[in-house]
């Protein structure tokens, strides 16, 4: 089996190093300086595994290989761009470990439905200064058929990435994972940016923890609008938040903190990796993407449509 996957920072990184430590034919497309590095270093992981391996480097998107498995791992805002140079490829199977829940509609649109699988990563790491990968959180790579239920494709990619020791899940309900993730993270990466502190850090502090509990609820009402079912397997629990009073709403997310704080000290959301390295932050496709469809769906959204207009005037200044 074959595999690409597009984009060599944290995830793309982690992903493919695991993939060929395991055994497996993977070409990572890379670019840049990043690209003339891993050829000469490889892969470096340190944290939750260490690791040196070297991945087979691809730069020029039209010399790739047809291919079992495509994943796209690129910030969203290069999503266009970076996709557009792979009309005409043959891959059977498609991905994207991307932020929020549009990656699906542009995925499709290039490479049809049949294609397209839905996946949600509860995997985090960070690209050092030194070009190593901090692999910090290893929790779960969910996959999933769009229309629902199990399939032997499903079975069959999650059971590769399982074994390199990825841990996966074939989910029989992908849209519900998708969102339960999107939710939350859209809360948690606008009060990474707005306080610069680690995870664990902003969801303990009970003022910060209320203003993560309110977008989270604001959101849950657009999921709810759509009919979409969410759960609380998220990075904070989104659907025991909707639900609950404000006081108890607050405790989950500090809760959540407190985990963190045990478990993944050093986590920092890549949105915030992104500002401290003077990058353009994911805005417009996240969180800008979820206020869309809470004004088609006519929810007033004050605390999101707030946190929104801070973060675009922090990402006009990056």
Known sequence: MIT???????????????LVRSGQQVV???????????RKQGVTLTGLVETTVNVP??????ALPEAD??????????TKSALSPLLGQQFRNVFSVQNGV???????????????????????????DNGDILFTQNRGLYIGEPTGGLSSRVERI????????????????????????FIPWSAVMTLSVLTRMPTWQ?????????????MVKEAAQVANSLNIEINDDGPLPASAIASAAAQDAIALVQAVGADFHQRAPQHRMSTLQDLLHGKRLEIEETLGYLLTLGVE??????????????????????
Request: glycine residues 6%; contains cysteine; proline residues 3%.
């Open 28 to 38: 990572l497309l890379a670019r840049g300086d990043r690209a003339n590095y891993l």
């Open 158 to 181: 999650s059971s590769l990435f399982d074994t390199a020791g990825l841990k996966t899940i074939a989910s029989p309900q992908i849209n519900t994972v998708e969102w339960s993730k």
């Open 297 to 318: 769906q006519q929810i007033e959204m004050p605390v999101s449509t707030a946190a929104y207009q801070l973060l675009r005037a922090i990402n006009s200044a990056q």
């Open 57 to 62: 480097i691809e730069t020029d998107p039209t």
């Open 202 to 214: 902003f969801c303990s502090n009970p003022h910060s923890a209320e203003y993560a509990a309110n």
């Open 102 to 128: 549009l990656k699906n509609q542009q995925l499709t649109a290039l490479f049809g439905t049949q294609a397209l699988l839905g996946c949600a990563a509860n995997v985090s790491g960070e690209l050092l």
């Open 4 to 18: 690409v996957i597009q984009g060599a920072g944290a995830l793309g990184s982690i992903m493919s190093a695991l």
């Open 69 to 78: 498995l495509f994943i796209t791992t690129v910030k969203t805002y290069d």
